[in-house]
């Protein structure tokens, strides 16, 4: 019989271990290792079974045991110790504190709080919140962020299902199951009003009744992160669903949940602010178009919501602009959220979630009216940017693609003046580096909690390369039993029985060179690229000198039949009796298998297509841990391959023939493996340790150590990103003077810009065989119209030139006033040395300027020669 309703019971601990409810609950323990050892202690069996989640751990605990502890000196005060030092880590100055809080001589105060909106947190497995890279990047950045100091609240959903559970069929097909997530069991506590009652915030609902959520908060250290949840009593079933998995469902679904999160989600922030007393907000972060909402609510709070200081829509933008951040972190159109414009405004009209914001302007802010553009659809990504002053890409490479990409919203500007950076990822140290590799720097004397991250990362070159191999040939064979374990419970849930699996005792080797390869299953990732040629595969697993292993492991979102053949592909392959010890597929990849994964690989593969990885971070965190990188040169791998790190597959992207391009790249992959991976792994000296190998692993450490980390990350955007965007944002809130001036401004500069023209260049100082160091003077007659000079910049733009007279590799020099005439004219004048030899163009355009704009484009208009 079934129940009709659940719910853990917590336990209550001897006064003695309330400190142990505390560490349980603060989210630190996932990536402190010295915390994770007290929780051993209390039932080292529990511990393992429990899958290492200390709130079932002290749920499943023994009273008779509780009781023994209580009295245990000596584990009372090493309790104690871990106490202290969570209380010492949450309250103590760190990066942010020292560096940016309160500004300096040149820069001003940082923000006092920032608030990142994610629809996935990937922080622990024991909190199934994620489903892919995009979540364990947004996991990531919160504990940077709470290491560095830097007062990020994460705002984001609790899902009741999670994301799925991955197993296989006996033919090998992937098979999901969604288990029901208790809250109360789960290391989160609801935020209460002063009177205990729960918090909710509401939604109002095209047709009614209003969308109700509850709000949970996960002490990410230092980082709070308030999740929203709509299994709330009053709740409709439809609205209870909201909030039922990651990534399911249909549009109106994906609406609802995207709506919850942007609207709903800045409305928990002010919940939790004034519940609390903490700061408000001065940054909003979206990570991905998923939360872009949140800025139509932040315009709501700012025009028509009661209390409010009632602007203007304009006006309300531009303060709403100049405090978010947007970040995209697709390379493909297919991966941008759009709905039916209909859609979008049935649940954003009159009685929709954002009452009193015109609906045409907010259709407006998705709309794709750009050359081959939409004009049906509502376009999540292109209201991210119109809504953001500031945006960036995740790799240098993609942040080129994405100006590619979106173009379109500013058509009058080169692709490479298109207002998208890039901030490459990183990847939070402490979590995902094997204590052991940690443990072997810190016996040199290198300091893991520091803001200098190089000298840890040199420390490599003390220690010997016998230690090294042996620290490596331990966390192998971590791997190698961990991988036997999920291998045997695989083929049972396959319908193998016992008798049938005494092979999987030898499956694997921990003195065999093993590469991993962990990802999603979407097609450009390419997760049978090493079958392109079956037979060339088996002689490298199988070679009797020189084999090597594979451990491969990804899930394939439950709508994609093709992930899902690819994955069956594989499967089949790796089932062979004559490969399936050096071959294993690993079902439900997540955060817990992944801890052992990346530590006991030697090499890390990646097989995308170029340019379609935006990032990727898992080589990140193999490197980390003393792997190399054999990738094809895309996302992050593109940016910090030098030739010495790992290994480049040659990629054939200008191929047409999708078939030969796999061909070629396969075979280099071959290639690469049997000629360069497999001899230096197995070229040994007299100790048994690969010297070659090793020197490229410490040149791995010290050349991608300091690049690859959340805190490099998290710093950059701090400095280039947050503190700048909080700046501008108390420039225009000061009695929001400034954003009223700078909407004018922009509505004056758009309706005049027509009558903006160069009308006539004219250049001299060079004859006709003009020479390196020759100065060339230039003048420019331009119409203003209505608009000064102090509202536009003048710019001699000049650079190489191909055979169509198109400039590359340019530069930008401002002219100045040197006259003014009558009915809005003026001559400008300027002067540039040609510093290089070779075809040289120029040509004069003019752009709007004011102060407050982050980029030449951010107003979309020019005026060229």
């Not at 907000?281 to 209390?307: D, K, M, Q, S, Y």
């Not at 052992?596 to 890390?604: E, F, Q, S, T």
Request: with cysteine; hydrophobic share 40%; proline share 6%.
């Amino acid at each position: 019989m079934r129940a009709i309703r659940r719910f853990t019971v917590r336990p209550v601990l001897p006064p003695a271990l309330q400190p142990l409810g505390v560490l349980a609950l603060n989210l630190r323990w996932s990536w402190h290792p010295e915390t994770q050892d007290v929780f051993d202690e209390v039932d080292s069996d529990l511990w393992e079974s429990t899958g290492h989640d200390p709130v079932r751990l002290l749920g499943a605990v023994g009273r008779a045991r509780l009781e023994e502890l209580a009295t245990d000196e000596g584990f009372l005060a090493r309790l104690k110790v871990a106490s202290d030092d969570l209380d010492a880590y949450l309250t103590g100055d760190r990066w942010y504190q020292h560096r940016v809080a309160a500004g300096s001589a040149t820069t001003e105060a940082g923000p006092v709080a920032i608030g990142y909106f994610s629809p996935e947190f990937g922080i622990t497995a024991v909190l199934p919140q994620y489903s892919g890279g995009l979540g364990i990047l947004a996991g990531d950045h919160l504990k940077a962020a709470s290491d560095l100091g830097v007062p990020i609240v994460g705002v984001g959903l609790l899902y009741r299902h999670g994301y799925f559970k991955q197993a296989l069929s006996r033919d090998g097909w992937q098979q999901e199951t969604y288990p029901v997530l208790d809250p109360d069991g789960l290391p989160i506590s609801l935020l209460r009003e002063p009177d205990g009652s729960r918090a909710t915030i509401s939604i109002a609902m095209p047709g009614g009744p209003d969308l109700l959520a509850r709000i949970w908060v996960a002490s990410v250290g230092r980082v709070p992160l308030l999740m929203l949840d709509t299994d709330v009593e009053g709740n409709p079933d439809h609205y209870i669903d909201v909030t039922d998995r990651l990534y399911g469902g249909n549009s109106e679904h994906r609406l609802r949940q995207e709506m919850l999160l942007g609207v709903g989600g800045v409305r928990a922030l002010r919940a939790y602010s004034r519940i609390t007393g903490a700061p408000e907000p001065e940054v909003f972060h979206t990570n991905e178009g998923h939360a872009g909402f949140l800025g139509i609510e932040r315009i709501r709070e700012l025009t028509v919501a009661e209390g409010g200081p009632g602007l203007d829509f304009d006006t309300a933008l531009e303060v709403s602009r100049a405090s978010t951040v947007f970040t995209t972190h697709t390379p493909v159109p297919a991966g941008i959220d759009r709905f039916p414009q209909t859609l979008v405004e049935q649940y954003f009209g009159e009685s929709g979630a954002t009452p009193g914001v015109p609906i045409d302007r907010v259709l407006a802010l998705g709309a794709e009216d750009y050359e081959d553009g939409d004009p049906s659809v509502f376009n999540m990504a292109v209201m991210g940017f119109r809504l953001a002053q500031r945006a960036n890409g995740v790799s240098v490479l993609h942040g080129q693609v994405s100006r590619g990409m979106f173009n379109g919203l500013w058509p009058a500007f080169d692709e490479a003046e298109v207002p998208i950076g890039s901030i490459t990822n990183g990847v939070h140290a402490p979590t995902w580096v094997a204590r052991e590799i940690i443990e072997l720097a810190e016996a040199e004397g290198a300091d893991a909690d520091t803001d200098d991250t190089d000298p840890f990362f040199n420390a490599v070159d003390r220690v010997s390369g016998a230690q090294v191999w042996s620290v490596k040939r331990r966390l192998r064979e971590r791997l190698v039993l961990d991988a036997r374990r999920r291998l045997r419970r695989s083929w049972e849930n396959r319908g193998s029985a016992k008798a049938e699996l005494a092979w999987i005792d030898g499956a694997l080797d921990p003195d065999v060179l093993t590469i991993g390869f962990a990802r999603r299953v979407p097609s450009y990732k390419r997760l049978t690229l090493m079958l392109r040629d079956p037979a060339r595969l088996k002689a490298l697993l199988l070679d009797p000198e020189r084999p090597i292993q594979l451990v491969i492991a990804g899930k394939s979102h439950p709508a994609d039949d093709g992930g899902k053949k690819l994955i069956q592909e594989m499967v089949k392959f790796a089932d062979d009796p004559e490969v399936r010890h050096r071959i294993v597929f690993l079902p439900n990849y997540d955060i817990a298998m992944a801890l052992p994964l990346y530590p006991g690989c030697d090499v890390w593969l990646n097989n995308p297509l170029r340019p379609y990885e935006a990032c990727g971070t898992s080589g990140m965190k193999a490197a980390l841990n003393g792997g190399l990188n054999l990738s094809i040169l895309d996302g992050w791998w593109d940016e910090w391959y030098d030739g010495e790190n790992g290994w480049a597959i040659p990629s054939a992207d200008g191929l047409d023939d999708p078939e030969r391009r796999d061909d070629l790249e396969a075979s280099a992959l071959y290639d690469l493996i049997e000629n360069e991976v497999a001899p230096r792994f197995y070229d040994v000296d007299h100790e048994g340790v690969p010297t070659r190998w090793v020197e490229m692993l410490r040149h791995t450490l010290k050349s991608l150590g300091p690049k690859v980390l959340a805190s490099r990350m998290v710093r950059d955007y701090t400095l280039k990103l947050y503190a700048p965007a909080a700046s501008n944002a108390r420039r225009l809130n000061n009695d929001f003077e400034g954003a009223r001036s700078l909407a004018d401004w922009k509505q004056r500069v758009k309706s005049l810009w027509p009558e903006v023209k160069v009308e006539h260049v004219e250049s001299s100082g060079v004859g006709d065989a003009p020479e390196v160091g020759d100065v060339m003077s230039v003048r420019a007659f331009v119409a203003l119209g209505s608009l000064t000079p102090d509202d536009v910049e003048v710019q001699l733009v000049h650079g190489k030139t191909n055979g169509e007279d198109e400039l590359s590799e340019t530069r930008i020099d401002t002219l100045t006033v040197a006259e003014s005439y009558d009915g809005g004219r003026h001559r400008l004048d300027g002067e540039v040395t040609l510093d290089h030899s070779g075809a040289f163009g120029y040509t004069v355009r003019i752009i709007p300027r004011h102060d407050l704009l982050v980029s030449d484009a951010e107003l979309g208009v020019v005026a060229m020669a």
